[in-house]
T-cell receptor, first 117, second 112 residues
Framework: GAGVSQSPSNKVTEKGKDVELRCDPI?????LYWYRQSLGQGLEFLIY????????KSGLPSDRFSAERTGGSVSTLTIQRTQQEDSAVYLC???????????????FGEGSRLTVL | KNEVEQSPQNLTAQEGEFITINCSYS?????LHWLQQHPGGGIVSLFM???GKKKHGRLIATINIQEKHSSLHITASHPRDSAVYIC??????????????FGTGTSLTVIP
């Protein structure tokens, strides 16, 4: 498809397990963002990738969270030793350009709903 | 303090009514975005604007850069417009990779 694709759409895991969430952005989009949305809450910034530059990880809530983006395309968000407070919808978005101060339009995936029991 | 404030938080309207959702922000911006999120669904970008007014079907977005204010209008509202509408801004000089500041959203319910 032409949109941002995320998988899995739903993930139920036990506390303490590791999970991987995948994002396949729109082809050619250089900027990729991960956000977290807890129930009834707004969007919480996690991490930002721009082209081949080092990612900005300033939004990651703890060192249990990490993300990588291979070949400037697909990104994986990994949560180690999951906790119940990690339960949320994890949203990925890509944008056609971002030059520090100017951003392009955001295109979001459908999200990955994570439930930690 | 949130850089982006939306009002109202919740809005219920009768089908056919004209709806206005407001967004105020406190930072210099390069662009403002209006997003729509249906229950259980993903987020769709409705508008990206940096000045004036844009129209798409029954949706109209306006922005006043001097007053740091934007409005989203829905004409002839329909139950399928029921969703959360989110205002986001692209700050001129973000200190971090958080390239967007998001409002907390306006939950709209249109009753048939």
């Amino acid at each position: 498809g032409a949109g941002v694709s995320q998988s899995p759409s739903n993930k139920v895991t036990e506390k303490g397990k590791d999970v991987e969430l995948r994002c396949d952005p729109i082809s050619g989009h250089t900027a990729l963002y991960w956000y977290r949305q807890s129930l009834g809450q707004g969007l919480e910034f996690l991490i930002y990738f721009q082209g081949n530059s080092a990612p900005d990880k300033s939004g990651l809530p703890s060192d249990r969270f990490s993300a990588e983006r291979t070949g400037g395309s697909v990104s994986t968000l990994t949560i180690q030793r999951t906790q119940q407070e990690d339960s949320a919808v994890y949203l990925c978005a890509s944008s056609p350009r971002s030059r520090g101060w100017h951003t392009g339009e955001l295109f979001f995936g459908e999200g990955s709903r994570l439930t930690v029991l | 303090k949130n850089e982006v404030e939306q009002s109202p938080q919740n809005l219920t309207a009768q089908e056919g009514e004209f709806i206005t959702i407001n967004c105020s922000y406190s930072v210099g911006i390069s662009a403002l975005h209006w997003l729509q999120q249906h229950p259980g669904g993903g987020i769709v970008s409705l508008f990206m604007l940096s000045s004036g007014k844009k129209k798409h079907g029954r949706l109209i977005a306006t922005i006043n850069i001097q007053e740091k204010h934007s409005s989203l209008h829905i004409t002839a509202s329909h139950p399928r417009d029921s969703a959360v509408y989110i205002c986001a801004v692209s700050p001129l000089a973000p200190n971090t990779g958080n390239q967007f500041y998001f409002g907390t959203g306006t939950s709209l319910t249109v009753i048939p």
